[in-house]
């Protein structure tokens, strides 16, 4: 079955700090693999994407990590910022399906002074 | 604003009645996709249009709920006869095909009493 596992299921740190979420996936054929933020009652927001062939990506205060051989990726935060409580979402793409993103349940990270 | 827009927001109807959402892409966005997403859940896919074509379709769109786009331009999501079960955000997102980037809108709240 096509899955998308994300962990922890939520996360509490401090202002500053570094965390790290986690994304397991059984989804096949394998498209892409993205995060996105989503804040309370908002529509998600894209921050990165990543194909097979690509390992790592950033984007600013944000790096995702891919291994397509394991089937896992990584969303590390540096020096959080209150405005970083949110929930972080892991979506994948089947390869042959363009419409049907399959999302994991997100992890809500909450970043206290 | 030249984000996807979703109107209205919120919505809140009888069980039995029949609710309408409107969604404006981004302009020159050829792909629409609806979603549907419950309190502490990832979005679900519900159906996905390439210009004025619905092309995916999920088995959660059941006979009650219908999609449509059209002129490929705005989308409506309808859903009849609504169920208490259909309370949930509903989630409209565009994008280009060449960048393969989604975005999502703000989402309309639908509440069934």
Redesign the interface.
């Known amino acids: 079955k096509n899955q ?1 596992e994300q962990s922890p299921q939520s996360l509490i740190i401090l202002e500053g700090k570094n965390c790290t979420l986690q994304c397991n996936y059984t989804v096949s054929p394998f498209s ?1 693999l ?1 995060w ?1 933020k989503q804040d309370t ?6 921050l990165t ?1 990543m194909t097979f062939s690509e390992n790592t990506k950033s984007n600013g205060r944000y790096t995702a990590t891919l291994d397509a051989d394991t089937k896992q990726s990584s969303l590390h935060i540096t020096a959080s910022q209150l405005s970083d409580s949110a929930s972080y ?1 892991c ?1 994948v793409r089947r390869e042959g ?10 992890t809500k990270l909450s970043v206290k002074p | 604003d030249t984000g ?1 827009s979703q109107n209205p927001r919120h919505k809140i109807t009888k069980r039995g009645q029949n609710v309408t959402f409107r969604c404006d892409p981004i302009s020159e966005h050829n ?1 629409l ?1 609806w ?1 549907r997403q419950t309190l ?6 519900l ?2 249009f ?1 210009n004025e074509a619905q ?2 379709k ?1 088995r959660l769109l059941s006979d009650r709920f219908s999609a449509e786009r059209p002129k490929g331009s705005f989308s409506t999501l309808e859903i009849q006869r609504t169920e208490q079960g259909d309370s949930a ?1 509903y ?1 409209c ?1 565009s994008g280009f095909e060449v960048l ?8 309309s ?1 639908l509440t069934v009493v």
Do not use: C, H
């Open positions: 998308v892409n993205r996105y009652g908002r529509g998600p927001v894209s994407i979402i979506v399906s363009q419409g049907n993103l399959i999302f994991g349940k997100g | 996807v792909r996709y979603y502490g859940q990832g979005p679900e896919f159906t996905y390439q092309l995916e999920s955000m989630l997102a393969d980037t989604i975005y999502f809108g703000e989402g709240w």
